[in-house]
């Protein structure tokens, strides 16, 4: 007699139990789970972007049911795919026409979003869900940056000074802009103008009183992040721009 059999006979309720127990393990230990990133995606308007997510280990979800969706909106849905098919009736209206994910990557598990010409208004926390897998948050940052622009917005001939006028529009956020000497150091510099458009784009102005004798050069940087717009003023008031982006 097999002493293992005749033990599972008596406690069948117990080996039963144990069975189903080192099986529930296994299962669990190779079902897929959902992984967004680590940190925050940046974008810039106007490009398209992957927002990522995906199983590991990788399964094929073309017949599954796959929502990306932004809990702050109403109605929350950015993407939506039900049972293998695109379901986009109460698709967000600013995102109509360009959200998109691929067949061919859905079938390695890969459940990332493109969104295509991003807008301010994109930015945000997404949720990227699979019923039965679970749940990724991912965060998308939005930014706009542009070159400033140089002018000469006055011109004092008796003083021999020149009021120059830095611009740089379409920023997000809010830029800070200043004037630097040609070594850095800060210049005196009037008061920033800026102003937020219907688009929620920034456009600032500042101001600087330039002056110079005639054997005097003098390069005043203007800096924005990122950029810098230099400028080389020469007797009488030649006006040369370098842009450094």
Not at 29 to 58: H, N, W
Not at 118 to 146: F, N, Q, W
Not at 151 to 179: F, H, M, N, T
Not at 196 to 219: F, Q, W
Request: net charge negative; charged share 20%.
């Amino acid at each position: 007699m097999n002493l293992n059999t005749s033990r599972c006979d008596v406690l069948s309720g117990r080996c039963f139990f144990l069975v189903k127990l080192q099986r529930k393990i296994h299962e669990s230990g190779s079902q897929s789970q959902i992984v967004g990133p680590s940190k925050p995606i940046l974008a810039m308007v106007g490009e398209d972007i992957i927002l990522p997510c995906r199983l590991e280990p990788a399964t094929d979800v073309v017949a599954m049911t796959l929502e990306w969706a932004r809990p702050d909106l109403n109605p929350r849905f950015v993407h939506l795919r039900r049972d293998g098919v695109e379901l986009l009736i109460n698709q967000y209206p600013s995102y109509v026409g360009r959200t998109s994910l691929s067949t061919d990557k859905l079938k390695h598990g890969d459940i990332s979003l493109k969104l295509s010409k991003v807008k301010l208004s994109d930015e945000g926390t997404y949720r990227c869900h699979i019923p039965s897998k679970g749940t990724a948050m991912v965060e998308l940052v939005v930014g706009a940056i542009s070159s400033p622009v140089v002018v000469i917005a006055e011109i004092d001939q008796p003083v021999r000074a020149v009021v120059l006028e830095c611009e740089s529009k379409g920023w997000y956020p809010e830029p800070e802009v200043l004037w630097l000497d040609g070594e850095g150091n800060l210049l005196s510099a009037g008061p920033t103008e800026t102003v937020r458009g219907p688009d929620d784009l920034y456009t600032v102005n500042v101001l600087m009183l330039g002056s110079h004798l005639m054997n005097e050069e003098i390069l005043p940087v203007c800096t924005v992040p990122a950029c810098s717009c230099s400028v080389l003023l020469l007797p009488p008031f030649l006006f040369y721009v370098s842009i450094t982006c």
